[in-house]
């Protein structure tokens, strides 16, 4: 029997608790930590089922190579001979830019740090990328342009400090629970609660203002809030004149978006952008929180901007309880983009185009000639596949035959790549096209560092030992790099890669396993003094002053039409992660949610003659799938909603890969599709 | 009377490793206290209510059953020692004696009994709870209880296998007379307004006076995490599931929740309790009235731990106090 205090592999919250092992090793149950300051000794439903998926039997556990079409087991030395030598044959023959590297938001600080290295020092390409392209890559790009930092401007705990909390595009309670909760605690206790969804989502029940505004149209909503704001004479003159720039811009922009004009683009009344205006520029710390509702559009970047605008318009940045906060996702994608896995940066935002980061790190890795062009992202490397300019793929911890927008042409991707070496846990679609299946290890059987959403860069411990023959990330990718003759990647433990982290990346340089201890520690941490930073922008922006990023409006790549009249918009449900792998090994959350299913309103549904449980098909120019109905308000009219999370049923066969055009972001959020009954 | 530190408790407990699993209270890396090996971190007997349930050491959250594979079928082994486990609370013990009735009654659970048959269970109270709260003493429904008197620990027991163990606890320091009187006296004394505010939200319900609308606000504020049942040392459901790997095929028990839709869910995909207001009224309804009619008890005693693990303030002492504002 033992207790090992880790952080959580689900959402980006990062909540501790402890995993407990049997006397055999078997990790039989979690249990919360009391004294952690962001789960206070609660969890939600996933959190207390993490120890589950880690045993189970479906778990890859040997090395396998496809030979003769079939992928068959072989040994550690057979299996990293070929990734070695068939990559090193791609650069040799195509050129270091025909390979390509996805990193892993699942997998932890030090593997993301050497995924990049490996990529970069070793392969000498910036074609390094992961999943934050798909959930938060507007982010990352909206709030540096604007404050400096592409991150949560606040810690969670300020949601209990604000007093008026704006929420949109994030289902919290679902996607981020214990933040969800703290949230509902803050509206109990009497602060103002604003919903821009136009999902009935929980916290709309609990809301003062529930606003259901038509997808896609969140430039001119907020824009409207700015006018009436503006023109009401109730922003923050103080704020705006001291500590921004670029507002002459901003008001020229916001003025041509009236609340009369705006309800109309966004299918509300203008009362509504009107109270939600006023409610919040009232507030003496008023929040705003967002998530991919915000994110996963092709207008994403503007969306971000325009959200980051209305907190400068209001004075609500650089204080307790006010702030932009974007929710991640996955449990370690703020800390997977802090590390550089990212076609455009080290570790630490470092640009590649900066000719004196990189003789920085050339010298950190005893290297030269690191590549100085951004390469390819995760979305634009698959449009590249698909041209046959890609022929070396290495994926760790990713499933973009799950993930990834319009499967069928991530399908004919992936299919003309030469070689794809996939790194992961269990078996999953993307299988399909690996030539080498390298087993990892699960959170819990291995030590490391996870980011969380509030910059909290914590510990994750070796619970167990690992299943099979796994390994974890790090040692894979460090003698894949040593088989390379590369003699800069050995280290002892993940401890030895923070400190290499920590001494090439200043926001984390005052980081150690020694500081991070039981409770972690948030950066900017400058040096091993520096308390860690809980707010950003306090007195001063990272960029010096703020930069109101005003946007035009910019309709959606692909809204309903005649022949496929509905709006699809795609998210998660709460009981599933993802692409399905863990939790759908899970118990009780696969019985929770056992069939893909499409949210679709009553009316809508008895239209096309369907009712709740009948299973229909839903499809859009792209493909289509057999998926069981829900017949629910939820959803406004019009509108319907889908989860990816099953293989059975692939969600993103159905969205488009239209993209951002500054992040490449996929509009997961919104594309035209229309329903039928099965027969 | 003699009294004990808790190191000369220490010492005692972990020299009774070679004839007793045994299982303690201590204190885990981020401070939280933890029911471990004596061995796996500083002994904490003082703090109050563990935040897992103890009753876990006898109906654990994960739990193989059975394997099958090929022509072989192993059913579980029984216990190599006898489980021996401290840091139950007075409110522990009356959940223990709870599920004791409710495993033995009727079909008598075998996997349960398989750990609880032949363990000895210690409550810690008295002058030793969080922030200097004291704590309830048990006075039985347990086989020994360590009673803190502010220092030092007095030891009572309440039966044979108690007794014994006490038998062979060295050291200790001779106690003035009426301690323990004084103690008892002052576990009287505590204040009963949650058994109070219990007793009256039970009645509510029974009486059927409190409206599907309160369970419906309640129920909006529920994340349905599963905390609440799987905290409680009085919930007892379970899902049995098998997992086949290869030739193998291995049966498991896991802790079930009553919050989550799947629980009641029929193969139709029909669901009696489909209405979240639905369960969220059923775990407290079970406790403070089913139970009641069945049992006749109510089935909370108190632990606090839901309270404790509720991310949104709902457990079932909060529950009641809004009941009773509202409907008392």
């Not at chain 1, 796994?470 to 390379?484: F, G, K, N, P, Q």
């Not at chain 1, 340089?509 to 860690?532: N, T, Y």
């Not at chain 2, 009994?113 to 969080?130: I, M, Y």
């Not at chain 2, 922030?131 to 309440?158: M, P, S």
Request: aromatic share 8%; glycine share 8%.
């Amino acid at each position: 029997m033992k207790r090992t205090l880790t952080t959580c592999p689900y959402c980006g919250t990062g909540c501790g608790f402890y995993l407990v092992a049997d006397d055999a090793g078997k990790l039989v149950a979690v249990e919360p930590a009391t004294g952690h300051p962001v789960a206070r000794g609660q969890l939600c439903v996933k959190g207390w089922s993490a120890f589950e998926f880690v045993n189970h039997p479906d778990r890859l556990t040997v090395p396998l190579i496809r030979r003769n079409g079939k992928l068959e087991e072989a040994s550690w030395d057979e299996a990293l001979d070929v990734v070695a030598g068939r990559l090193a044959e791609v650069r040799d023959k195509h050129g270091a830019d025909a390979l390509a590297f996805f990193s892993s938001a699942k997998t932890t600080n030090e593997e993301n740090y050497l995924m990049m290295k490996l990529a970069r020092a070793v392969f000498k390409t910036n074609n390094v990328d992961h999943c934050a392209r798909l959930c938060h890559a507007s982010t990352v790009a909206g709030l540096a342009a604007t404050f400096g930092s592409g991150a949560m401007t606040n810690s969670v705990s300020c949601v209990e400090a604000s007093d008026c909390i704006f929420v949109t595009g994030s289902n919290t309670t679902e996607q981020h629970p214990l933040i969800g909760s703290r949230i509902i605690k803050a509206v109990r206790n009497g602060a103002k609660l604003i919903v821009a969804d136009n999902r009935r989502i929980r916290l709309a029940r609990l809301a003062d203002i529930h606003v259901r505004w038509l997808n896609g149209t969140d430039v001119p909503f907020v824009n409207a809030i700015m006018n009436v704001i503006i023109s009401e004479g109730l922003e923050d003159r103080e704020f705006v004149e001291t500590r921004t720039e670029n507002y002459e811009e901003l008001k020229k922009v916001v003025a041509k978006y009236p609340p009369e004009e705006a309800a109309k683009i966004c299918r509300i009344t203008p009362k509504e952008i009107r109270d939600v205006a006023r409610m919040f520029a009232a507030a003496e710390r008023g929040m705003i929180i967002y998530s991919m509702g915000i994110t996963q559009h092709t207008h994403g970047v503007d969306n971000v901007k325009s959200l980051a605008n209305l907190a400068m318009l209001t004075g609500n940045i650089g204080r307790v309880g006010t702030g932009v906060n974007p929710l991640r996702g996955q449990n370690n994608v703020q800390g997977a983009c802090d590390m550089g896995a990212l076609p455009d940066v080290y570790s630490g935002y470092q640009k590649v185009t900066d000719a004196a980061i990189r003789a920085k790190f050339e010298k950190a890795w005893h290297v030269t000639h690191l590549p100085a062009e951004v390469g390819h992202t995760v979305t634009t490397a698959i449009n590249a596949a698909a041209e046959g300019d890609i022929h070396g793929l290495y994926i760790m911890g990713e499933n973009p035959m799950m993930s990834d927008p319009d499967l069928n042409h991530v399908r004919e991707a992936l299919g003309k790549i030469d070689f794809v070496v996939q790194q992961d846990i269990f078996l999953n679609p993307t299988s399909e096209f690996a030539d080498v299946v390298l087993p990892a290890t699960t959170y819990a059987e291995k030590d490391g560092t996870f980011t969380s959403t509030e910059r909290r860069v914590q510990q994750i411990r070796k619970a167990a030992r690992p299943v099979g023959q796994s390994r974890a990330d790090w040692e894979i990718l460090c003698d894949v790099a040593a088989r390379l003759g590369y003699d800069g990647m050995r280290y002892g433990s993940p401890s030895e890669v923070m400190d290499e982290i920590a001494s090439v990346t200043p926001i984390y340089g005052g980081m150690s396993f020694e500081r991070i201890g039981a409770v972690g520690l948030q950066w900017p941490c400058l040096d091993r003094d520096h308390p860690g930073t809980p707010v950003l922008h306090v007195g001063k922006f990272s960029r010096g002053k703020g930069l109101f990023g005003p946007a035009d409006y910019r309709p959606s790549a692909e809204m309903p039409d005649e022949d496929y009249p509905l709006l699809l918009s795609t998210g998660r449900c709460y009981f599933h992660w993802h692409t399905g792998t863990m939790t759908r090994r899970s118990r009780l959350l696969d019985r929770e949610e056992r069939f893909p299913y499409v949210e679709i309103h009553p009316a809508d549904a008895k239209k096309l003659g369907i009712r709740d449980r009948d299973w229909v098909f839903v499809a859009t120019r792209r493909g289509e799938i057999r998926v069981m109905a829900r017949v629910t308000d939820v959803v406004i009219e019009g509108v319907i909603f889908m989860t990816f999370h099953f293989e059975e049923a692939p969600a993103n066969l159905l969205t488009i890969n239209a993209l951002d055009p500054v992040a490449k972001i996929p509009e997961y959020k919104v594309c035209a599709a229309r329903v039928r009954r099965a027969p | 009377m003699k009294a004990y530190t808790s190191a000369e408790l220490d010492v005692f407990l972990k020299s009774l490793a070679s004839d007793y699993d045994v299982r303690v209270p201590v204190e885990a890396d981020d401070g939280t206290r933890v029911l471990g090996r004596p061995d796996d971190g500083p002994p904490a007997l003082a703090g109050g209510a563990l935040a897992a349930k103890p009753t876990a050491v006898f109906f654990p959250h994960f739990d193989e059953v059975l394997t099958h594979d090929r022509d072989r079928l192993d059913v579980q082994k029984p216990v190599e020692k006898p489980i021996l486990v401290v840091g139950f609370t007075a409110q522990d013990a009356d959940c223990l004696e709870f599920i004791d009735r409710f495993y033995s009654e009727n079909f008598r659970d075998d996997i349960y009994f398989n750990k609880r048959d032949g363990s000895v269970v210690a409550v810690v109270s008295g002058r030793c709870g969080k922030d200097g709260a004291f704590l309830k003493i048990a006075g039985g429904k347990c086989d020994l209880e360590f009673i803190c008197e502010g220092e030092r620990f007095l030891v009572a027991t309440y039966s044979k296998a108690g007794k014994g163990l006490a038998a062979k606890l060295n050291g200790g320091e001779a106690v003035a007379q009426g301690v323990l009187e004084t103690l008892r006296k002052e576990s009287d004394a505590l204040p009963t307004d949650d058994d109070e505010l219990l007793r009256c939200a039970s009645k509510l319900l029974l009486a059927d006076k409190v409206p599907d609308a309160f369970w419906d606000a309640i129920s909006d504020r529920c994340i349905a995490c599963t905390g609440c049942n799987l905290v409680c040392p009085t919930c007892t459901c379970f899902e049995v599931f098998d997992r086949t790997g290869g030739t193998t095929v291995r049966r498991y028990r896991e802790w079930d929740s009553c919050q989550l839709e799947g629980f009641m869910r029929e193969a139709s995909g029909h669901n009696p309790m489909g209405k979240q207001f639905q369960r969220t009224r059923r775990r407290i309804h079970h406790k403070l009235a089913a139970d009641v009619t069945r049992w006749d008890t109510l089935s909370c005693f108190l632990c606090g731990r839901c309270d404790d693990v509720c991310p949104t303030g709902i457990g079932i002492k909060a529950v009641c106090r809004e009941m009773v504002e509202k409907y008392g």
